[in-house]
């Protein structure tokens, strides 16, 4: 029996950059996980007590248009933040065992940065 996508109303909101609805945005209206191009990155990387920009290489991979940060650390909290000035009081928080899913828009270039109370290790995949 083929999925009824309408059955998924979570998975039809709107775009967060343009505001439009996902399918008219250029994403399908699962997300952009059914959209994974050679190219993509993961890898893991550490969060220490300064600001670190939450990407796998030396620099944001080119056109990527998710971020997915995994905490698989089981007692440290990491925290997100869009510039430097992130700390661990007001970055987004993101749990022992918790992931977040970023859908960026891949023409800004927004650097993603991750603080800690202590140097914590979490999996990383820019998707393009």
Request: no cysteine.
């Given at each position: 029996m083929p999925v009824n996508q309408n059955n998924y109303p979570h998975a039809m909101a709107d775009d967060p950059v343009t505001g439009k609805p996902m399918e008219k945005a250029g994403y399908h209206k699962f997300g952009s996980f059914d959209r994974i191009k050679s190219g993509s990155l993961y890898g893991s990387i550490s969060i220490g007590t300064s600001a670190t920009p939450v990407r796998v290489g030396g620099s944001d991979l080119a056109t990527r248009h998710t971020l997915l940060i995994v905490n698989d650390d089981p007692t440290n909290s990491i925290y997100i933040g869009f510039d430097a000035s992130v700390t661990v009081a007001n970055?987004?928080?993101?749990?022992?065992n918790e992931e977040r899913q970023l859908l960026?828009?891949?023409?800004?270039?927004?650097?993603?940065?991750?603080?800690?109370?202590?140097?914590?290790?979490?999996?990383?995949?820019?998707?393009?």
């Open positions: 970055g987004i928080p993101i749990r022992p960026l828009d891949p023409v800004s270039g927004l650097t993603i940065y991750g603080i800690a109370s202590v140097s914590t290790s979490v999996v990383v995949a820019e998707m393009k």
